[in-house]
């Protein structure tokens, strides 16, 4: 921790007291057209992974930019939550959700995507005007306040001025960790069908308790696809298994029989028919 | 360099977000504009807590960010909720409440 705040404290000085350094500068025009970028990758991503990992971008880039404007604390706090638990909690639901369900461009309305397209990009004109206005602002800085380490200030707020918001939200977070379970809970409907279920079903059905009998193993040829014998001499049908059965890839005995036919007379040739002795 | 410009990203971001949920249909990824633009709100409360000197602008951003994730929790329990009745993830498909 006191690595990371250390090398968050390099950063800071970047910025030394509200007036931006060339390095802060140098930062800012690197971040800024990866992070405008890749929050484009949000709109235009035909995949929603690909969505996620440029806004997993985003929200990196924006921790950086945090540290540079002298809040270390926020910037790892940006780090942890948002990158460590939102975006790992996000890629969770899409992994969950079907992260191969490609997005529909089809509209529902009619040139809705065009209409929205067009306000979107005057809400945008219209913030950048606004904030254009605001030209030629005389930055303080937060020096005075950081004398102490960021950390320390920022703690004398929340604990301070703020110690009931901040018990609103620990109220808020439970009620949320809690609204989550109800909502992904599933109330069972029928009982659970476990081990004993099962075995009593399979003895009230009748039928064979036991494990189906395996196939017969015969020296001269692949023995999957031939039934094994009973203890009657038949060939058990159920030997086999029932993919090859349905795929008709089963063999009888007989052309087994075909195949072994050349052994010496003496030894009896399995026919099916003939008593096992 | 001018503090504006942290102001204009911010801008920039929260336009994008913005766009992100009008434009796309995957629940999810609508959600995903949405974090965008609380992020973008953020930066915006960081920069002016830097222009004014006062540390109350980071404590809200602070806030923000967990109120944020309590959102989250809660945003994505409902799309996997809506995905478990209707097998789809899209915001199109949610149309039961039309005549």
Redesign the interface.
Known sequence: MNGILAAAGVLTDL?ET?R?STG??VL?WFL?PV??LA??G??F?RR?VY??MS?AV??VS?AV??VA???P??GI??VI??TG??MM??LF??M???VD?A???TD?LAGQ?WI??L???G??AV??SV??T????Q????A???AEA?PV??AR??FG??VF?LEV?GI??V???V??IV??H?QRLVRRVGQKERADARVAGGGSLTPLPAPGVYARSNAMDVAALGADGRPLEQSVSRVLRVRGQERSIAEVHAQIGDVPATTPAITGEEQVR | MNLTNYLVLASLLFTIGALTVLVRRNAIIVFMGVELMLNAANLVFVTFARIHGDLTGQVVAFFVMVVAAAEVVVGLAIIVAIYRTRRSASVDDVNLLRS
């Open positions: 910025a509200g931006t802060e500068e800012f800024a992070m405008v929050a484009l949000l709109v991503a929603a969505a996620a806004i985003v929200m924006l930019l945090y404007q002298e809040a604390f926020l706090v940006q939550v948002y638990a939102v909690l996000f639901v899409l969950l959700v079907g369900s997005d529909s461009f529902a995507r929205a397209a306000l979107g990009i809400l945008g913030l950048i904030v254009l605001a030209r030629g602002m930055p303080i800085g937060l005075a306040d950081n960021n200030g920022v707020i929340i001025d703020y918001t939200v808020l977070l009620t949320a960790a609204g989550a909502l992904t599933r």
